[in-house]
C-alpha cells in the first residue's frame, strides 16, 4: 500500500474518526492480511468496534496492541495531527511546539509523544549504505576542543557515514555515538551501517586502519577534504543549536540524532504525507515505551511515571 493524504485537506476528511484511524493502521501494520503476533495465524475476526480475536489461538487484540500506541489513552485522531505536524515541521518538532498545537496541558505528555515518534524514526531493518560512504566523527556538545581518540568532558562524540553520489550531491546518512575514536568503535560504527565491499573514504586517523581487513575498500584523504561529512556535521550542529537551542541531553542525543538523519534522507521528499505514512509504518512495528522507560537513565529528579 502507498497511499497517503497529499495535503491537509486530504488528511482531514480521511481521518476524521477513530475508526478511520484505525483502518488506516490496519492496512500499515498488516498490508497482507491479519498476521497473530503469537502464533502467526492468517485468521482473525472482529470482535466488537477494537478487539480482533486469533482463530488460531484466540488472542484478543487491537490494531494498536504491541506498538508506540498501546497504552496511550488519547484517541488515535490526536496522534494523526501530532504525527501530521511533527513531519510537517521541516527544521524539526520541539516540544513546546507540540504542546501548543495540541493544547496539551502538560509539557511533559508533548516531550514524551516526540520521544515516541522520535523512536518510530528509525526503520526496522532499514538497509544500510553503499557504494562510496565517507565517514568522520565529530564532537557535540561542550565548549572546549576535545581531543580526539579519548572522552572529552560534557561532549558526545558522534560518527558520521554519508554517501557520496558524485553529481548527484548527498545520498543517505546515518549517526550514531560512539564511545571514543577507537578502531573498536570505529569498525563497529561502520560495520553496523555501511555495506561490506563499499569504498570508504576517511581521514588518516589511525582508527581506520582497519577498514581494509574488515573487508571495505578504503580511500584516506587529508582531514579537511572530508567535505560531505563536515557538511552534514554543521548542518546537524545548527540544528541542534536551531529547534532545540542546543538543550539537547547526552543521554537522549541518540535519539535527535535518529530525527535528524529521518528527516535529511527524506529532504527531497515533495509529499508530506508519505513522511507522515512512514512515520505510522515503524510506529506499528516497534514496540511501545513508557515514559519510566524514557527517563530511567536520566541524571537527577526523575518525573513519576504515568499514563498518557
Ligand atoms: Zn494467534
Redesign the pocket.
Known sequence: MEEYPKNLVEFESWFSTEHACRDYLYTLRWPNGFC?P????LKAWPIGAILFE?A????QLSVTAGTIFQDSHKPLMVWFRAIWWVTGQKNGASALGLKRMLGFGSYRTAWTWLHKLRRAMVRPGRNKLSGIVEVDETFIGGAKPGKRGRGAAGKALVGIAVEDKGDKGIGRIRLGILKDASGDSLMTFVQNRVVGGSRIRTDEWGGYNRLVSDGYIHVSVKKNELKLAHLVASLLKRWLLGTHQGAVSPEHLAYYLDEYTFRFNRRTSTHRGMLFMRLLENAVQIGPVTHRQMVQHVRGRKPKDHKI
Request: charged share 10%; glycine share 10%.
Open positions: 497473530c503469537r502464533c502467526a495465524n486469533c488460531g489461538c484466540n488472542y
